[in-house]
């Protein structure tokens, strides 16, 4: 029977450990050591408070000697090189994705959405925090109802000029035309909002950490990337964003508690199809 280092942190199967170190190399806490004395590598003290779960001395062990506390060998999958895409797959892929916002008058499928956000879960965060939570507004008609919301306080922010309960909303000229476009269009049938799309995914994470915003971001491109290798298109709800970030009622109507960082995304079928890859800027690069 295999001997196990039995740890608080990770145990460590002594007859598959090869010693060689890799986990103790890997470890981005520095957490781990390897003892000329010890059999197997070990936790340093404090070790428990200081571990971000990240999974790195698991995934990195060649022998599947080492099962964390998080997550066992056997748990987490193997890496196969041979599913990877090639740099031009990837590439493709990458400059294929487009903002979709004419959409097919097709639902999507829950169980399609919930796929994408358990690849979207895999998005690096901040220190491993993995505070990103998901708000899934599924229904063409919920979403329409959401944007009907959003219009309603731009069309308060516009009677009011610029006030909304009692304190000035900060926008630029340009964007309260905008607004104002958005205003009229949903009164003539367009929704210039959510763009008639039949579902919205929302990311939110409490603010009481710095990369609140960024780690949403992050998990929505990975969102959008996979979102595009099933076929589906999506586009970033900035408009959305900006009355979230300033009406209480649109964020209790999408489950966002107060304070979180929040950004969505439109996800639905393209109704139309795209031939070429649109052309960028120059990239503009500082070598130091
Ligand atoms: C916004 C952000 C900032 C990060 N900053 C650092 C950093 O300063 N140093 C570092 O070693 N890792 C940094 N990371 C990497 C995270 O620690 C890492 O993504 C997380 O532990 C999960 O591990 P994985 O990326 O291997 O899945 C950062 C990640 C994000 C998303
Ligand atoms: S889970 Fe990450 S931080 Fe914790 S011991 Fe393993 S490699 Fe180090």
């Known amino acids: ?35 000329d004395e010890s059999p197997v590598p070990c936790p340093i003290d404090g070790a428990l408070k200081l571990c971000m779960d990240c ?30 895409p090639g740099p031009e797959n990837v590439e493709h892929l990458m400059r294929a ?21 358990n690849v979207a879960s895999f998005a690096p965060t901040w220190a491993n925090t993995q505070k990103i939570k998901w708000v899934v507004v599924n229904g063409k008609e919920k979403v329409e109802r959401i ?23 900060q926008l630029s000229k340009a964007y309260m035309m905008r607004i104002g476009k958005t205003v009229e269009a949903w009164d003539a049938g367009f929704d210039l909002t959510l763009r008639g799309a039949p579902a919205l995914v929302v990311a939110h994470a409490p603010n009481d950490y710095p990369a609140a915003n960024t780690d949403c971001a992050i998990s929505l491109s990975y969102l959008e990337l996979a979102a595009s290798s099933l076929g589906l298109g999506s586009c970033w709800a900035g408009a959305l964003w900006m009355v979230t970030k300033n009406c209480q009622s649109l964020r209790e109507a999408l489950g ?17 199809r795209y ?7 120059d990239t503009r690069i500082t070598w130091i």
């Open 55 to 84: 999974g790195h001395c698991v995934a990195i062990c060649p022998h599947g000697a080492l099962s964390h506390r998080a997550m066992t060998s056997e748990e987490c999958p193997p890496f196969v090189r041979d599913m990877l």
């Open 1 to 35: 029977m295999a001997i196990k280092e039995m740890l608080d942190l990770f145990e460590v199967d002594q007859e598959k450990c090869q010693r060689d170190g890799l986990c103790v190399a890997v470890c981005p806490k520095e957490i781990i050591e390897l003892k």
């Open 275 to 281: 031939h070429r890859l649109p052309l960028r800027n």
């Open 256 to 272: 966002i508690p107060e304070g979180d960082a929040n950004y969505g995304m439109m996800i639905g079928y393209s109704k139309y």
């Open 147 to 169: 944007a009907g919301l959003a219009v309603d306080w731009m069309r308060d922010l516009m009677k009011n000029k610029g006030m909304v309960d009692g304190a000035t909303v």
């Open 97 to 117: 994705r487009r903002s979709i916002r004419v959409y097919k008058d097709k639902p999507v499928e829950a169980e399609t959405l919930t796929k994408l956000l």
